[in-house]
Antibody, heavy 119, light 108 residues
Framework: QVQLQESGPGLVKPSETLSLTCVVS?????????WGWIRQPPGKGLEWIGS???????FYNPSLKSRVTISVDTSKNHFSLRLGSVTAADTAVYYC????????????WGQGTLVTVSS | EIVLTQSPGTLSLSPGERATLSCRAG???????LAWYQHKPGQAPSLLIY???TRAAGIPDRVSGRGSGTDFSLTISRLEPEDFAVYYC?????????FGQGTKLEIK
């Protein structure tokens, strides 16, 4: 059973960098699939942030591309998100997920972690 | 990017009734690459439908999706208590993939 678990600070100061890690269990990232980050601001819908393949191929949402870095560490079987120059608008529940083999949708998700941007 | 508009915002129904949720795209969804998710508070979203009408693994046949182009719908016949949640549509035919704002299905 594939499981994903997000971890990282729940509070980040404005202008700083948000950093989250998604630990994967039940499946080796190096075996394949794209792995993604999605977020949901309070009271709003879901927003795709970006996705990464185990080999390092990455796709970012153009609206966030200038501030986002997604990386993968196959030795630790986790992938990470860094979002720079955060503002209150980046306050959201952040989810990590695994893309389905057949298309750019997600069939395994983490529980999500709330990150609040506040001084 | 493609904007997805879901309606209604909230749908109030009773167990046993039939729910029909709408997802309308601002432009045609390439390949009818549209997915639906169920999301309960504090839980991970759960994939229900992909390719507009293909049920994900383990999803019962009382859940169905249909549509093409710009108009899509999700139907849940014979609502069960566990069906009351928020539902999101997602298009993945054009980059960036985008999600609708959600429809809350609540118990009447």
């Amino acid at each position: 059973q594939v499981q994903l678990q997000e971890s990282g600070p729940g509070l980040v100061k404005p202008s700083e960098t948000l950093s989250l890690t998604c630990v994967v269990s039940g499946y080796s990232i190096s075996s394949g699939y794209y792995w993604g980050w999605i977020r949901q601001p309070p009271g709003k819908g879901l927003e795709w942030i970006g996705s990464i393949y185990h080999s390092g191929s990455i796709f970012y949402n153009p609206s966030l591309k200038s501030r986002v870095t997604i990386s993968v560490d196959t030795s630790k079987n986790h992938f990470s998100l860094r979002l720079g120059s955060v503002t209150a608008a980046d306050t959201a529940v952040y989810y990590c997920a695994r893309r389905h083999a057949s298309g750019d949708y997600f069939n395994y998700w983490g529980q999500g972690t709330l990150v609040t941007v506040s001084s | 990017e493609i904007v997805l508009t879901q309606s209604p915002g909230t749908l109030s129904l009773s167990p046993g009734e039939r729910a029909t949720l709408s997802c309308r795209a601002g432009q045609s969804v390439s390949g009818d690459y549209l997915a639906w998710y169920q999301h309960k508070p504090g839980q991970a979203p759960s994939l229900l439908i992909y390719g507009a009408s293909t049920r994900a693994a383990g999803i019962p046949d009382r859940v169905s999706g249909r549509g093409s182009g710009t108009d899509f719908s999700l139907t849940i016949s014979r609502l069960e208590p566990e069906d009351f949640a928020v539902y999101y549509c997602q298009q993945y035919g054009s980059s960036p993939q985008t999600f609708g704002q959600g429809t809350k299905l609540e118990i009447k």
